[in-house]
């Protein structure tokens, strides 16, 4: 009986690497978050890559190549999985500051995927508390990293974009159809490669 009242979404791949222009000796954490139906069966639900330097060619990218591997349980597709990235890179004075906050949902689809991830940082309401900040060390940061996958409060805070980080998906689910969604548009018959920028994968819903 349980079996078949709810579906299986499986999810893989590499937060592959970022665009930070301005910066180097550049780090990542992750999480996931989601709904309150959602279980989470096997893999690690947050995490920290190494550090690592950008590369010296034109494009000028920091590389990772970090694994991420999680198994989630539900019973209905509300409150569908996120990612949210944080980088961070120490500022003149050798201090870890945020570089970067992002996030995106978890493909709807089934296959193999690559996100764009457009980046933003905080911004202090006041030139005197911007430059307050620079000599303490003390940017502008979320004390829950999570609520950049919120939108309630999200617009009394002002923010400046900065940066783009890439992630790749390989998901795969089970019993989606048995509870009546189709996630795989009749037409597909094998997922390709799908290429996104922008925070989500064309919504929240299955």
């Known amino acids: 009986m349980a079996s078949s009242s709810v579906f299986l979404v499986m999810v893989s791949g590499q937060i592959e690497s970022a665009e930070f222009p301005e910066f180097d000796d550049i780090y990542c954490r992750y999480c996931f978050t989601h709904g309150l139906d959602w279980l989470i069966t096997s893999g690690l639900e947050e995490g ?3 550090v690592t330097k ?3 060619d034109e494009k000028q ?3 990772w190549n ?3 591997d999680i198994t989630f349980k539900s019973t209905n597709p509300s409150g569908w999985p996120q990612l949210v990235v944080h980088a961070y890179g120490p500022d003149v004075f050798g201090t870890d500051v945020v570089r970067g906050y992002g996030n995106c ?3 709807i689809t089934p296959g193999r995927h690559k996100l764009h991830i457009p980046m933003f940082v905080p911004e202090s309401s006041s030139a005197f508390q911007k430059l307050t900040s620079w000599f303490l ?3 502008p940061e979320y004390v829950d990293p999570r609520v950049v996958a919120q939108g309630e409060g999200r617009e009394v805070t002002r923010v400046r ?3 783009f980080l890439t992630v790749s998906f390989n998901v795969v689910m089970k019993d989606m159809k048995k509870l009546g969604y189709d996630v ?3 037409d597909v018959v094998h997922a390709a490669l799908i290429e996104t920028v922008g925070p989500t994968q064309a919504g929240t819903e299955a």
């Open 61 to 63: 990218r920091f590389v």
């Open 48 to 50: 920290i890559t190494q």
């Open 184 to 186: 795989l548009p009749s």
């Open 54 to 56: 950008k590369s010296q």
């Open 137 to 139: 060390g003390r940017r």
């Open 161 to 163: 974009s900065q940066g």
């Open 66 to 68: 970090f694994p991420i």
């Open 105 to 107: 949902h978890v493909p």
